[in-house]
């Protein structure tokens, strides 16, 4: 075989170990809060809403709950394409409160590169995507898309008050705790769920839909080392993670737990109102 020839079936190859490698280490489906939790979010979240709206969404509500896991049911799923709009690891722009990061979508792109910030997230500014589509069916009185909206908006609003969404550590590998994720925001909902005192504030007016985002990020992500360090404390002792673990997990993980979905049902509110308003409040149909 010509030389020249080799050396590009090599450098192919290469290239193809290198793909294989980052899709192995990149995270699987990205679902913050379970399906339990993305609808407890939502049906908390409507009840944060004020009269004048709350009757469209309270008539949806039915609707709403079945499709705010869509975007993760889509056949792009599982493209590094889809993956990015449902996280942001904000731990490769530095030390909290993370200012490396430019909020605008252009100046951040100028600054850092399009591939880096594919590669690290795109969540807050998915979010500001899905709260301008939401207000635009609104104002065009585009119903049926509202609500398909109204939902996937749901979903990624509800992500950036996950701390495991935030973070390069999504699911554990960094710190020796692989499935932490899927522990903390899914199996507690679904053991623990029924006892939580979720007590989320009214819906209030969101100024800036993707800057507010990026707050709800930094927010969550001053958790992480507190669920951390529960979750290795819960295991100690023990073989594998049992009954027991989980009543220790929740025993001393259940206050922030319970004060992010909180977060996730006023700032899922939040964003509908928001969207409403901004579209000069029209009117909905019931």
């Known amino acids: 075989m010509p030389r020249g020839i080799c050396k590009q079936l090599v450098s192919k190859v290469a290239a193809l170990l290198v793909v294989a490698a980052l899709c192995a280490f990149a995270p ?13 979010v939502v049906s908390q979240a409507i009840d944060t809403l004020p009269p004048e709206i709350r009757g469209y969404f309270e008539a949806n509500r039915s609707f709403l709950l079945q499709h705010v896991s869509d975007p993760l049911d889509a056949p792009t799923a599982k493209t590094n ?7 942001l690891y904000l731990d490769k722009y530095g030390r909290f409160p993370f200012e490396a990061l430019p909020r605008n979508y252009k100046a951040a792109v100028a600054k850092l590169g399009k591939w880096k910030l594919e590669a690290n997230g795109l969540l807050p500014w998915q979010v500001g995507v899905y709260s301008q589509k939401l207000t635009e069916a609104m104002k065009a009185g585009h119903w049926e898309e509202v609500k398909v909206d109204a939902a996937i908006l749901a979903l990624y609003v509800g992500e950036t008050d996950d ?7 999504f699911d554990g590998k960094l710190s020796g705790q692989l499935g932490i ?32 985002a990026f707050e709800d990020c930094l927010s969550s992500h001053s958790w992480i080392e507190n669920v951390l360090l529960a979750d290795r404390n819960a295991h100690l002792g023990l073989a594998s993670y049992t009954d027991e673990f989980y009543d220790r997990f929740y025993n001393l993980s259940a206050a922030i737990l319970i004060r992010q979905l909180s977060n996730a049902a006023t700032d899922t509110g939040s964003y509908w109102l928001t969207a409403w308003i901004n579209a000069g409040k029209p009117q909905l149909p019931h």
């Open 81 to 87: 394409a889809d993956r990015r709009n449902h996280y």
């Open 181 to 212: 994720d899927e522990r903390f925001g899914t199996t507690l909902v679904d053991r623990f769920s029924s006892f939580f005192p979720m007590r989320p504030n009214d819906a209030a007016y969101i100024p800036d839909p993707t800057d507010h």
């Open 28 to 40: 699987s489906r990205a679902q913050a809060w379970g399906r339990s939790g993305q609808k407890l």
């Open 163 to 169: 701390p495991f969404h935030t973070t390069d550590n």
